[in-house]
Each structure stands twice: as structure tokens, then as C-alpha cells.
């Protein structure tokens, strides 16, 4: 489940987040499944996704076409806050085995607290979560600090992505 952060901040990151959810879709087949969540606070959390039903669809050339248009209408809706705790808990109900989050900016909750409450859950479902940091991410020290740390508690790896 790729998690995309559409807060206002990210506005001026448009592009590489789009190139980012497009190398991430790239190698994706039939035989794997995926599903795409954008959230945002505005001011309560919302959240698109795709398919637009939930759940994981199979990597055939259709869905992943679709998926690319989805990334593509994303990019023009940016705003609001960055309820980060609120769309990994989300994404932790679907049947995938791994989340990627993407990210620019440091979440609305404590970092602490999400860390704790997301690895603690995480515990019996066991998936593996990777994190990304877009943008001028070496500007922020606590978002790579939270995204690290999430990451590392949650068997996934981090890599920053900068323009």
C-alpha cells in the first residue's frame, strides 16, 4: 500500500512525488497487488484511494494505467494538514504485506506517539513499513529523525528523494 502525503507542503513537490509513486508503480506485474492512499487534513483527515472500493488490486497493464491517472488527479488536490497517524492506520487494514509512506513534512500527532502506537499494533500484523522523505528533507531534521525511526521499528528501510 503506497501512502501519499498531500498536505499543503507538499504543493511544491508535485512533481517528484508523482515521479516518486511512478517508479514505485514501474516494476509492478500481475503478480503482485497494490493499492494507493492520498491523505491530508482539512481540517479533519481525509483520504482517496485507489481502487476506490479498498482493498489491493492484481498489477495488470489496466490497473496500473488507472493508477497512474489516480496519481496524476492527486497532485491537484494538495492541502491541508498531515494526519500521517490516522492514514498508516488505514493502510494497516488492508491485506498488504509491506507500506510505503511518503511524506515531506512532519505529521499533525506527536512522532513519538505514532512510532509507538503504529510498531505496537504492528507487532501482530507484522508488515514490513518503508518510509520516504520528499523534497529538502535534510532540512528537517525531525521528519527524517520520525521517518527513520518508523521505519527501522518496522522491519522497512527509509530513503529520502530530493529534486
Known amino acids: 500500500v503506497i501512502v501519499v502525503d498531500m498536505s499543503g507542503s507538499m504543493l511544491s513537490y508535485t512533481d517528484l512525488m508523482v515521479k516518486s509513486v511512478l517508479e514505485v508503480l514501474e516494476p509492478l506485474d500481475d503478480s503482485n497487488e497494490f ?3 492520498g491523505y491530508q487534513g482539512n481540517p479533519s483527515p481525509v483520504l482517496w484511494t485507489y481502487p476506490d472500493r479498498g ?5 495488470t497493464p489496466d490497473n496500473l494505467d488507472a493508477a497512474r491517472g489516480f496519481i496524476q488527479s492527486l497532485a491537484r488536490r494538495f492541502a491541508g494538514s498531515t494526519p500521517t497517524h490516522y492514514a498508516v492506520m488505514s493502510a494497516m487494514q488492508y491485506p498488504a504485506k509491506s507500506i510505503i509512506l511518503m511524506s515531506d513534512g512532519e505529521p499533525d500527532n506527536a512522532p513519538g506517539f505514532i512510532i509507538q502506537d503504529i510498531t505496537g499494533l504492528n507487532r501482530y500484523e ?3 513499513i518503508h518510509t520516504v522523505a520528499i523534497g529538502d528533507y535534510t532540512q528537517n531534521r525531525g521528519l527524517v529523525m520520525f521517518l527513520q525511526t518508523l521505519a527501522m521499528q518496522n522491519g522497512g528501510d527509509f530513503v529520502g528523494v530530493s529534486r
Not at 482493498?55 to 498489477?59: A, E, H, Q
Open 126 to 128: 507484522n508488515k514490513e
Open 35 to 37: 493499492a494507493i492512499i
Open 55 to 59: 482493498g489491493l488490486v492484481r498489477g
